[in-house]
Structure formats: C-alpha cells, structure tokens
C-alpha cells in the first residue's frame, strides 16, 4: 500500500505562485510514476502534469505547459508542483496520484492523495 500526503494548497490571486507538495510513504517501491491531476466543481478529473522518479520523463498539459513545473525529491519520496503565472481557471482541488507508468490518464495511477484546494480569484 502507498500513502499519499498532498499539502501546499491555498487562495492566491491571479499572477501569483503556489507549490504543492505531496509525500509518499509505504510500498513506494512498487511506483514508478508521480502525477497530479485536478477537479474542479461539475467538471470530470483532468490531468496537470506527471514523472517518473527518476525525474528524466515529465508531461504536462497544454493548459499548463510553462507555467507549472513538476518535480521529485527522491530522498524526500516527494513530488512537488510548482504553480506560477496562476489564472482563475485554476481553481480545482489537486490530487496526487501514484502509479506504474507515466501517463496522462488516470486510470493508470493505483494510489491517490486527499487533494488540496486551490483556488485562485481574479
């Protein structure tokens, strides 16, 4: 089993800057890739960004790319998300989810955090 610990959420106007953090305890052996995913209110969990481990393969999506950057710690066992240039359509809880393969679907990711809220006014 795999544990996931989100943190770092909060209100921020637009422009501003917010990194998540979320930490990995358990069998985190058995994962091999991080990602973050969001939902906002009425609207289906859709993918952020993910990695794997050793940090050499990320993706994002296009609504995004250049201003979120995702990242580990694997001292940590830690995966950060690093959020700038933040826009009102941010506004989501953030999930953490752990899995075996980088992908942008959840459906490949077995573990799940309790989520952080964002939410970013104008």
């Known amino acids: 089993q795999v544990r996931l610990v989100e943190s770092g959420g909060g209100s921020v106007q637009a422009g501003g800057s917010l990194k998540l953090s979320c930490a990995a305890s358990?069998?985190?052996?058995?994962?091999?890739?991080m990602g973050w995913f969001r939902q906002a209110p009425g609207k289906e969990r859709e993918f952020v960004a993910a990695?794997?481990?050793?940090?050499?393969?990320?993706y994002y999506a296009d609504s995004v790319k250049g201003r979120f950057t995702i990242s580990t710690d694997n001292g940590k066992n830690t995966v950060y998300l690093q959020m700038n240039s933040l826009k009102p359509e941010d506004t989501a809880v953030y999930y953490c989810?752990?899995?075996?393969?980088?992908?942008?679907?959840?459906?490949?990711?077995?573990?799940w955090g309790q989520g952080t809220q964002v939410t970013v006014s104008s």
């Open positions: 989810a752990a899995g075996g393969i980088v992908h942008r679907s959840p459906q490949y990711f077995d573990y």
């Open positions: 358990g069998r985190t052996f058995g994962t091999y890739a």
């Open positions: 990695i794997n481990w050793s940090g050499g393969n990320t």
